[in-house]
């Protein structure tokens, strides 16, 4: 028997997807990461070069390993032995048939934000990879999109920056400074409020927590 946060979560996809399908995304729910990897593996055809930004929700799907075992051209940074192939890499996702990534927040109304430091990540969100493939916890989804832009700024960047060495005043304090510093992940800002072409940025919706 369904929890009543399982209840809810199926509810509000179900709203979310019909907003995300208003403005030309693609979108499906899954109750569960096991079923969110088997359908992502589905949608993608062998033989499809992948590139992914960071991302932790794939990482607890377990989904980089997949694609590596599978027959996929997988273009993952993290196996790069210099910054410079890394660098390198991330400029040759443009071309990839399938670019993945999480979001920092979307808001119900169908509208996705997303925080970066180089720009490495939301650089290919809005242009370059034949299909871009969103995958996100229900945990993620915000009523409006100022709350979604506040999700993002005072909950997923201070979360994210923990894991990151460069001192930031919300990796000491755990709240958002506002900081224009080195080592600062917030220096890019997207909303994605619309997709064009039509279906080429896809989201997979988990009706769990997952990611930050």
């Known amino acids: 028997m369904a929890t009543p946060k399982e209840l809810y979560y199926e509810k509000r996809a ?16 899954c109750a569960n990461k096991e079923e969110a990897l088997r359908r992502i593996l589905e949608m993608i055809p062998d033989g499809s070069s992948i590139g992914w930004g960071g991302t932790l929700t794939c990482q607890q ?3 980089m390993e997949a694609l590596h075992a599978g027959n996929y051209n997988c273009m993952d940074r993290d196996r790069c032995e210099t910054p410079e192939a890394r660098e390198k890499l991330q400029r040759e996702m443009f071309f990839a048939d399938w670019f993945i990534t999480g979001a920092n ?18 650089a290919p969100i809005v242009y370059g990879p ?11 989804v915000s009523d409006s ?24 005043p919300c990796e000491v304090t755990g709240t958002c400074g506002d900081c224009k510093t080195e080592g600062c992940i917030c220096n890019q800002i997207l909303v994605t409020r619309h ?12 009706g769990e927590d997952l990611g930050m």
């Open 105 to 122: 927040a979307l808001s119900l109304d169908g509208q996705m934000v997303n925080i970066d430091g180089t720009g490495n990540r939301v």
């Open 14 to 29: 179900g709203i979310l997807i019909r907003n995300l399908e208003n403005r030309h995304f693609e979108a499906c729910y």
């Open 145 to 168: 999109l100022e709350d979604a832009l506040s999700r993002a700024r005072t909950i997923a960047a201070p979360m994210n920056k923990q894991r990151f060495p460069n001192q930031t």
């Open 195 to 206: 997709c064009r072409p039509a279906g080429r940025i896809k989201f997979i919706l988990i």
């Open 61 to 63: 799907l377990g989904l």
């Open 130 to 140: 034949r299909n871009v493939l969103v995958v996100a916890g229900m945990n993620k």
